[in-house]
């Protein structure tokens, strides 16, 4: 039994035990710079702006970009709680709309090496994550990495952020081919939610949701439900450079309202189907795999 595995089991336990976890919606994509970020940090605000509490994790390890779209820098990370005795208080920075916000920090794969009752204690304190906030929003680094797709295979719910460049839905379809493949996936309990970004009108987004569908379906049968669009919208440009989300900065502008329905679809599929909750915890199993 590796490491990842031991950990599923601990937290498979606990989970039974504790039927309140916060809901952690995972959001990836199979390119970069297809609007990953973006799309966490608005779906943030919207929540808040429903009186959800929101914590973003920032799992994209290489780029600092959750931080710089909000203007806020934190201290610490992920590893100094693990390892220098930090808590959750110390890690997680509020941003604007007092939205939490904890950095994965770059050494991340160094986690991989804990040993048991270092695992047992982040388990522990990610548990006390889930009394902090309702939501819990995961932004993970683009492309097939294993670390991206135990993200995917250990979250209930999933917005797979996909644009009409050619590239974007090639790459895409690429991401879900390893899931399909992928020992612990199953399909049944992972909802994949498509989110067609920087589209020109409706239509386009949801033609791209049929073509992706109609081969994803054929060849890997895994099913994709569609969430919606965001059109391009050159303010959300502008916000990056300005260090604040759109929705805050520019509350008319198409994307900001393309947000919020996002949002208020996300909600509502929450109340409409019961979504198998797998919590914060299992979302971290991937991080304790043995690197070379
Ligand atoms: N709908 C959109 N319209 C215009 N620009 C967008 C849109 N979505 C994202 N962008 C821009 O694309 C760039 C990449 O977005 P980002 O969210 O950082 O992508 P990722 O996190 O997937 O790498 C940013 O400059 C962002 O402002
Ligand atoms: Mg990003």
Do not use: C, H, W
Not at 15 to 32: C, E, L, M, P
Not at 72 to 81: E, R
Not at 232 to 258: E, F, H, R, W
Not at 278 to 290: C, L, P, S, V, Y
């Amino acid at each position: 039994m590796d490491q990842a595995e031991k950990l599923r089991n601990i937290v498979k336990l606990q989970n039974q035990q504790n039927d309140r976890a916060a809901r952690v919606i995972t959001v990836t994509s199979g390119k970069g710079g297809v609007g990953k970020s973006s799309t966490a940090i608005n779906i943030a605000m919207q929540f808040r702006k429903m009186d959800k509490s929101v914590i973003i994790f920032d799992a994209d390890f290489g780029l600092a970009n959750i931080e710089v779209m909000f203007g806020a820098i934190p201290k610490y990370n992920l590893s100094d709680m693990i390892y220098k005795g930090k808590d959750f208080k110390d890690i997680i920075v509020k941003g604007p709309m007092d939205i939490g916000f904890i950095s994965g920090g770059s050494g991340i794969s160094g986690l991989g090496n804990m040993d048991r009752d270092q695992v047992g204690y982040l388990v522990y304190k990610l548990k006390e994550l889930e009394s902090l906030a309702d939501i819990i929003i995961i932004d993970t680094g683009a492309g097939i990495s294993d670390s991206v797709l135990e993200f995917v295979t250990t979250s209930s719910e999933v917005v797979l952020v996909t644009t009409p460049e050619p590239t974007s839905i090639t790459d895409a379809y690429a991401l879900l081919k390893s899931l399909g493949t992928r020992v612990g996936f199953e399909k049944e309990s992972t909802k994949i939610k498509i989110l067609a970004n920087k589209v020109s009108n409706y239509d386009e987004g949801r033609n791209l949701y049929n073509k992706l569908n109609l081969v994803v379906d054929k060849f890997l049968k895994i099913e994709l439900e569609f969430l919606g669009i965001v059109p391009v919208d050159n303010n959300m440009s502008k916000a990056v450079i300005q260090q604040k989300p759109v929705s805050m900065l520019y509350p008319n502008s198409p994307g900001t309202k393309a947000y919020e329905e996002i949002a208020v679809a996300l909600l509502e599929d929450r109340e409409g189907k019961d979504i198998k909750k797998k919590g914060i915890a299992a979302a971290f199993t991937g991080m304790f795999k043995k690197t070379q």
